[in-house]
């Protein structure tokens, strides 16, 4: 059973850094292609960041480009996303979404999400 | 960037009628459009991929069509079970949700 689980949420001060997780599990992590994906509080879903299966090609969303980084570590099951300079706009659901290889390129599987709230 | 515009933007119906949510692309984006459902306090489902192929396991009720800048979601008679919240994703470039479409009972 493919499964997805985030983790690291928590609450932080604008400006400061926090380290999303998202442990895979029931399926061959190393082949497949990530989504980052969050919601805000009674929003829509807003598309953040994509990392393909060997790292080489990432792709941000403009609204994180530059304060957000997404890696992973095959080798552990795991996908990470690196929030930095954290604003207040960033409060959200954060969600990682497995992302199936051959066109349309659709998102299968998603995990539970985990809550990031950015607040003084 | 492609933006994805879908309407209505909420809805009421009754067990057992045909509902259309509509999304519209700023620009062409063949069929690479895919729909997904979301119910209160769960993380979306993969409904729909390719404008009008079924996820596995999803019920046949539901189908969607069209391409180029046009797409529809049809649930052919709602049930209590679909009252969710409806997004539609282009993976032509960039990937952009639509707002979504509130579907009530």
């Known amino acids: 059973e493919v499964q997805l689980v985030e983790s690291g949420g928590a609450l932080i001060q604008p400006g400061g850094s926090l380290r999303l997780s998202c442990a895979a599990s029931g399926f061959t992590f190393s082949s497949y292609e990530m989504d980052w994906v969050r919601q805000a509080p009674g929003k829509g879903l807003e598309w953040i960041g994509y990392i393909s299966s060997n790292e080489k090609n990432i792709y941000y969303a403009d609204s994180v480009k530059g304060r957000f980084t997404i890696s992973r570590d095959n080798a552990k099951n795991s996908l990470f996303l690196q929030m930095n300079s954290l604003r207040v706009e960033d409060t959200a659901v954060y969600y990682c979404a497995r992302l199936w290889e051959t066109p349309p390129y659709y998102l299968d599987y998603w995990g539970q999400g985990t809550l990031v709230t950015v607040s003084s | 960037d492609i933006q994805m515009t879908q309407s209505p933007s909420s809805l009421s119906a009754s067990v057992g009628d045909r509902v259309t949510i509509t999304c519209r692309a700023s620009?062409?984006?063949?069929?690479?459009l895919n729909w997904y459902q979301q119910k209160a306090g769960e993380a979306p489902k993969l409904l729909m991929y390719g404008a009008s192929s079924l996820q596995s396991g999803v019920p046949s009720r539901f189908s969607g069509s069209g391409s180029g800048t046009d797409f529809t979601l049809t649930i052919s008679s709602v049930q209590p079970e679909d009252v969710a919240t409806y997004y539609c994703q282009q993976s032509y470039r960039i990937k952009s949700f639509g707002q979504g479409t509130k579907l009530e009972i």
């Open positions: 620009e062409s984006i063949r069929n690479y």
